[in-house]
C-alpha cells in the first residue's frame, strides 16, 4: 500500500524558513513522481513544487528562488526547503505522488496523497 507522511510543519515569522519532509513506502522509489501542493483557508488547493526519480523540478512561480524540492532516495523522502516566508505561504501543506512517474503540476493526475501539515506564518 502506497502512504505518504508529511511533517515538519510549524508556526514561523515572515521572513524564516521551514523543511517539510514526506516520506514514501510502499512502493519501490526508482521512477517517481512527487509533488507538494497547498490550500489556504478559504481557497482551493493550488500546486508548489514537484520532482521525479531523474532529479527534474518544477516550481509555481508563487514559490521561485525562495523553495526547493530535493529527494533522498535512500530514505525514501522528499524535502522542500522553505526560504523567506511569506504570510501568504500560510497553508496546509500536502504531498503526493503518481504511479506512472511523470511529474506534472496539476493535482488532478496524482493518485496517492499524505495527510497534510500545517505551515503558518506570522507577519
Known amino acids: 500500500e502506497v502512504q505518504l507522511q508529511a511533517s515538519g510543519g510549524g508556526l514561523v515569522q515572515a521572513g524564516g524558513s521551514l523543511r517539510l519532509s514526506c516520506a514514501a513506502s510502499?512502493?519501490?522509489?526508482?521512477?517517481?513522481?512527487i509533488a507538494w501542493f497547498r490550500q489556504a483557508p478559504g481557497k482551493g488547493r493550488e500546486g508548489v513544487s514537484c520532482?521525479?526519480?531523474?532529479?527534474?523540478?518544477y516550481y509555481e512561480d508563487a514559490v521561485k528562488g525562495r523553495f526547493i524540492i530535493s529527494s533522498d532516495n535512500t530514505k525514501k523522502t522528499v524535502y522542500l526547503q522553505m526560504n523567506s516566508l511569506k504570510p501568504e505561504d500560510t497553508a496546509v501543506y500536502y504531498c503526493a505522488t503518481k504511479e506512472d512517474g511523470l511529474p506534472s503540476p496539476a493535482q488532478s493526475v496524482y493518485d496517492y496523497w499524505g495527510q497534510g501539515t500545517q505551515v503558518t506564518v506570522s507577519s
Open positions: 520532482i521525479d526519480s531523474d532529479g527534474s523540478t
Open positions: 510502499g512502493f519501490t522509489f526508482r521512477n517517481y513522481a
